[in-house]
Every structure is written in C-alpha cells, then in structure tokens.
C-alpha cells in the first residue's frame, strides 16, 4: 500500500491502521476509567485503606507519566508495531496479574508494569497513524481516533462498575483483555513494513532519573500521613526524589537529544499553558479519586451508580469540547482557559452541599454539571494553545510533554490526597478536598488570565 495520501479516500490497509490505533488507544483509556470505581472493593479484599488506593491509582501513573516521552523514540528505534505489539502483550499480563494479585503489593508492582506498557501504546498508536495518513486525511483519522477513544471515558466508570458489582474488582481489570485480543489480531494483518529511524535514541538515563524523582516525592506524599513528616523514611526519600528529578531537569538542558527539549518552553503560551495543565489536571485527577471512592464507602452507593454519577462530566466533554474548540480558534483561547477552569472551580465548591443523609440529585449534580461545563470549555482551547505555541514540525514531542505533564499532575496531586484530607475520606475530608481542587483550579484560571495571549490574527491584503 502506499504509505500516505492526500484527500484520498482511506484505502482498507489505512482502516485497518486506524482501528488498531483506536482500540489499542482505547486499553490505555479504558484502564485510567475503570480504576476508581474498583477501588473501595480492591480495599474491603486486600486492605491497606487509603494508602493501597493511592497505590493503586499512583502506581500506573508514576510509570505511564515518566516514560510516556521516552516512549515514541522508542517506537522510532524499534518500529511503531512491534513496539504496539509488544506494548499490548505486556499490557495483558499485567492486567491478568492484577487480576490475580493475592496482595495489595502484588497489585501495585502490576500497576507499575501496566503503566509501563501504556506508554508504549498511545504514542505507538498515533505515530502508526502520522505514518499512514497524510494531508487532510490525516486529521481526519485523528479526528476518529479522538472521537472513539473518549468512548472509553465514557465506557470505564459503567463497566467497572457493573463489573465490581455483578462479580469482582478482579473482573473490572479483565475487561481489558477483549481488546487485546482484537489489536492484536489486527496487527497480524497489517502488511506494511514496519518503519524504523536508524539515527533514533533511547535515553534510558533520563527516562529512570524521571522516574526515580517522580517516585520518591510520591512514596513521601502518600506515606506522610502513616509515618509523619519527622520519619526520616518520608523526608529522606522526599528529598531524595526532588534531587534526582533536579538531575534530570539539569540533564535535559546539556545534552543534545534531550527527553524534554526545555526550549519548548521559550514559547509564552507553551509555558503558561502548560502551566495551566498542571494545575487543572491535577484538580481533576483528585477529584475523580475523591468523588467516586467517596461516594461508595460514605454515601453507600454501588460501583455502578458511583460510575454513573459522574458521567455527566464526560457526556459534556464529549458534547461541547469541540464547539469550544471551534469558538477559541476564532476569538483565541484566554478566555476559554479562564473562565472554565473558574467555572470548574464553582463546580466543585458546590459539591460542598454533600451533607449527611445523601441525596445525589441536590447536593452532587448541580456541582457536577457546572464541573463538566467548565471542562469542556476548558480542554480543546487548552490544547490547541500549547500546540499552537510551537512550530507544527515539533507538536509531536509538544504533545507528548503536555500528555505527560497532565499525567503527572494527577499522580502528584493524588500522592497529596491523605495530607489533603488529614488521612481519611470522611465528610470533613471530602469538604477539604473539594476546597482543594477549587483552589487548583482557580489558579489555573488566574494563570492562564495572566499568562496566555490570543494568537494575533492574520494580516489583510
């Protein structure tokens, strides 16, 4: 087959790209959805409490968020198939160990390799794209790509939740399992040789250094509530992880390929946006751990109706994203990156209303809906800043580090969750949590205020 085309019909070779990209996309997905809904039923079995939780949710983000930009020289050096086949395998194994896992410990050292292999995936995924599509035909695969993996959002919290209810937790990390199968399969298929850049290198010193500091700031904010911050185990390893990711910033700033070009972030809105990443991203990854665990453990809902609470931030995602995307592209996106994390921010202070005896429909919808509103206006101008910052020839690795950012927003503000809460999710510490990501959230709005321009609009002959 030819390798792209312009404004030409998809040949059955390139369909088949891109369903093996959407559904290997859709397993990465899909497992940051199902998770949280399973989490109270992981503790009742395994115990550990809070910590185990934060594990289990941290364990799979510390991996994905510290390799995920290492991950696409890696498809460059090894081919983007193998790479995807081998990312797929490895992504079934760990979930079947996890499945299995007689221990929390067992669970958690899964995760990480379920991490692992999620890098591996994404990026492999849309460079199989890159390679296939070209012109106008590109973006529209991305556009289908985008479309059918935001199903998984969409999907997760239901199906784990059925899962967690009608059998196990154990069933809920199965479900990722049919998938497998069908990428894999399809790859048998895919005629095309597979592309490989002989000049590509993997900085493996980078990728561990980021790694190592990332997890020893973690393993202090998870455990500070267990062992308090006068343990030298928890202000050694804190330490500890700060200096080694220090190393690794100091790193990519002297050597010639670096993991994370820190000249990206000359650009004003690329470092603003980013920025702004952090802070939003971080909220949201806290308030989904907050939201559904609570919801089980203290408002007596079931996995399943604790998936469905939420749905309507998603459902707004899906429905408005792209018309604010559209709207931002002619007025520019400060305004947008503004007003709709401010808007998440009243979202979640209104969850406050959460009182005891719960009643879903008058103290967590109207919060929920305001949250979802001001998502939706927030992403795709989000997006479309940090990328439109930088020269189109590098929105790739743009991409990767605002991905890998986001990521690691969430892994740190959920690590933070037990110093948040003062070590335990009851109502008092749902309230203190809420306050959190509404105060995350309105610094982003006040950041991206500050900080993000409007692109100037095109001259007039």
């Given at each position: 087959m030819s390798r792209t085309v312009t404004g030409a019909a998809r040949s059955p070779q390139q369909r088949l790209i891109l369903a093996i990209a959407i559904t290997a996309s859709f397993v990465a997905f899909l497992d940051m959805s199902v998770v949280t809904v399973a989490l109270p039923a992981i503790v009742d079995q395994l115990g550990g409490g809070l910590t185990t939780q934060q594990w289990t949710v941290d364990a799979y983000l510390l991996t994905l968020g510290s390799l995920i930009l290492v991950a696409g020289s890696v498809s460059d050096a090894f081919g983007r198939q193998r790479v995807l086949r081998i990312g797929l395998i490895l992504f079934g194994i760990a979930s079947v160990a996890i499945a299995a896992a007689p221990t929390a410990g067992v669970l958690i050292v899964a995760r990480l390799v379920q991490g692992v292999a999620g890098a591996m995936l994404v990026p492999s995924s849309l460079a199989l794209i890159m390679s296939s599509f070209d012109g106008a035909e590109r973006g529209r695969a991305i556009g289908t790509w985008t479309a059918a993996t935001s199903g998984a959002m969409i999907a997760g919290p239901l199906l784990g939740g059925l899962a967690v209810d009608l059998a196990s937790w154990r069933l809920a990390f199965l479900i990722n399992v049919v998938p497998i199968g069908a990428a894999l399969l399809l790859l048998a298929r895919v005629e095309a040789r597979d592309v490989r850049r002989d000049d590509a290198r993997v900085d493996l010193v980078s990728a561990a250094l980021c790694a190592l500091g990332l997890g020893g700031a973690v393993f202090a904010l998870i455990e500070q509530p267990n062992l308090g911050w006068s343990s030298p185990t928890v202000w050694g390893s804190g330490l500890a992880g700060a200096a080694v990711f220090a190393w690794f910033v100091w790193r990519q700033a002297r050597i010639a390929q670096p993991m994370l070009p820190l000249t990206?972030?000359?650009?004003?809105?690329?470092?603003?946006?980013?920025?702004?990443?952090?802070?939003?991203?971080?909220?949201?990854?806290?308030?989904?751990?907050?939201?559904?665990?609570?919801?089980?453990?203290?408002?007596?809902?079931?996995?399943?109706?604790?998936?469905?609470?939420?749905?309507?931030?998603?459902?707004?995602?899906?429905?408005?994203?792209?018309?604010?995307?559209?709207?931002?592209?002619?007025?520019?996106?400060?305004?947008?990156?503004?007003?709709?994390?401010?808007?998440?921010?009243?979202?979640?202070?209104?969850?406050?209303?959460?009182?005891?005896?719960?009643?879903?429909?008058?103290?967590?919808?109207p919060g929920v809906l305001l949250f979802g509103v001001g998502l939706a206006a927030t992403v795709s101008p989000l997006t479309a800043a940090v990328l439109g910052a930088i020269d189109s020839s590098r929105s790739g690795i743009g991409s990767a580090v605002n991905n890998a950012i986001a990521r690691v927003a969430s892994l740190v503000a959920v690590a933070a969750l037990g110093a948040v809460v003062g070590g335990e999710l009851d109502l008092a510490g749902f309230h203190r949590a809420a306050v959190f990501v509404a105060v995350l959230l309105a610094l982003g709005g006040v950041v991206s205020w500050l900080g993000v321009r409007n692109p100037a609009p095109p001259a007039t002959t």
């Amino acid at each position: 087959m030819s390798r792209t085309v312009t404004g030409a019909a998809r040949s059955p070779q390139q369909r088949l790209i891109l369903a093996i990209a959407i559904t290997a996309s859709f397993v990465a997905f899909l497992d940051m959805s199902v998770v949280t809904v399973a989490l109270p039923a992981i503790v009742d079995q395994l115990g550990g409490g809070l910590t185990t939780q934060q594990w289990t949710v941290d364990a799979y983000l510390l991996t994905l968020g510290s390799l995920i930009l290492v991950a696409g020289s890696v498809s460059d050096a090894f081919g983007r198939q193998r790479v995807l086949r081998i990312g797929l395998i490895l992504f079934g194994i760990a979930s079947v160990a996890i499945a299995a896992a007689p221990t929390a410990g067992v669970l958690i050292v899964a995760r990480l390799v379920q991490g692992v292999a999620g890098a591996m995936l994404v990026p492999s995924s849309l460079a199989l794209i890159m390679s296939s599509f070209d012109g106008a035909e590109r973006g529209r695969a991305i556009g289908t790509w985008t479309a059918a993996t935001s199903g998984a959002m969409i999907a997760g919290p239901l199906l784990g939740g059925l899962a967690v209810d009608l059998a196990s937790w154990r069933l809920a990390f199965l479900i990722n399992v049919v998938p497998i199968g069908a990428a894999l399969l399809l790859l048998a298929r895919v005629e095309a040789r597979d592309v490989r850049r002989d000049d590509a290198r993997v900085d493996l010193v980078s990728a561990a250094l980021c790694a190592l500091g990332l997890g020893g700031a973690v393993f202090a904010l998870i455990e500070q509530p267990n062992l308090g911050w006068s343990s030298p185990t928890v202000w050694g390893s804190g330490l500890a992880g700060a200096a080694v990711f220090a190393w690794f910033v100091w790193r990519q700033a002297r050597i010639a390929q670096p993991m994370l070009p820190l000249t990206l972030f000359a650009a004003r809105n690329f470092a603003w946006g980013n920025l702004a990443t952090l802070l939003v991203y971080g909220a949201l990854g806290l308030n989904g751990f907050v939201v559904s665990v609570y919801l089980q453990e203290r408002a007596g809902l079931s996995a399943t109706a604790a998936g469905l609470a939420t749905m309507p931030i998603t459902l707004a995602l899906v429905v408005l994203s792209s018309r604010a995307g559209a709207v931002a592209g002619r007025v520019g996106p400060r305004w947008f990156m503004t007003f709709g994390p401010l808007a998440m921010a009243g979202g979640a202070l209104l969850m406050l209303r959460v009182t005891e005896p719960f009643s879903y429909w008058t103290q967590l919808l109207p919060g929920v809906l305001l949250f979802g509103v001001g998502l939706a206006a927030t992403v795709s101008p989000l997006t479309a800043a940090v990328l439109g910052a930088i020269d189109s020839s590098r929105s790739g690795i743009g991409s990767a580090v605002n991905n890998a950012i986001a990521r690691v927003a969430s892994l740190v503000a959920v690590a933070a969750l037990g110093a948040v809460v003062g070590g335990e999710l009851d109502l008092a510490g749902f309230h203190r949590a809420a306050v959190f990501v509404a105060v995350l959230l309105a610094l982003g709005g006040v950041v991206s205020w500050l900080g993000v321009r409007n692109p100037a609009p095109p001259a007039t002959t």
